[in-house]
């Protein structure tokens, strides 16, 4: 009998030699799915991180510019505005309530405001920064340095040493947040202009 016989009449000849190499291809593209969909996932965290990041440093650049203001109106008190970078107001801090004085308003106004005020989801404050605090020194002649200083969420660069406003407070034992690398600052200097 012939090969062709015992196939039978009709039935054409394949003598496949590949058998379960379907179901190889199927786990190899399952895996380089898996894969690809967990690199996506990183990238999505990344970019949630990011744009937390972001909001931040708009938040504490809308608060920046809310004090260099109301120091520039009020510029014949501009003095009596300084904490110093060892006595920042907001997170952690308890605010002032006397306001009998612009510059008294002013100080507790922004106080809450770096606390989160603006903004709020049930009983917490959710307005600002992460843990923002601000400073205000006066660095001579008439000018003044403003900062507000945040909780980052991730290790980067720590500040620069001038920009003492909140230092060693963001510090996490046991994390990478420690020598400040996760303490985020913004600074401004406001002039205050001698006018005869």
Request: charged letters at 15%; hydrophobic letters at 40%.
């Amino acid at each position: 009998m012939t090969a062709a016989a015992a196939v039978g009449p009709g039935r054409p000849q394949h003598h496949s030699k590949q058998r379960g190499t379907t179901l190889v291809e199927v786990l190899v593209t399952m895996c380089v799915m898996a894969f690809g969909l967990l690199g996506l996932g990183s990238l999505e965290m990344r970019l949630q991180l990011s744009d937390m990041e972001s909001y931040q440093r708009a938040q504490a650049l809308e608060l920046l510019d809310d004090m260099a203001n109301r120091i520039a109106v009020n510029r014949a008190q501009a003095a009596t505005y300084v904490t110093g970078s060892a006595s920042p107001l907001g997170s952690g801090m308890t605010c002032p309530t006397t306001s009998a004085t612009v510059q008294q308003t002013d100080t507790a106004q922004w106080c809450t405001a770096l606390q989160g005020a603006a903004e709020k989801l049930g009983n917490a404050k959710t307005g600002a920064a992460v843990g923002a605090r601000g400073c205000i020194e006066n660095i001579g002649i008439n000018q003044y340095l403003v900062t507000v200083a945040w909780q980052g969420l991730t290790p980067i660069a720590a500040p620069p040493a001038a920009v003492a406003c909140g230092a060693a407070l963001y510090d996490t034992a046991g994390s990478s947040c420690i020598g400040d690398l996760c303490r985020r600052t913004v600074t401004t200097v406001v002039k205050i202009a001698s006018l005869n």
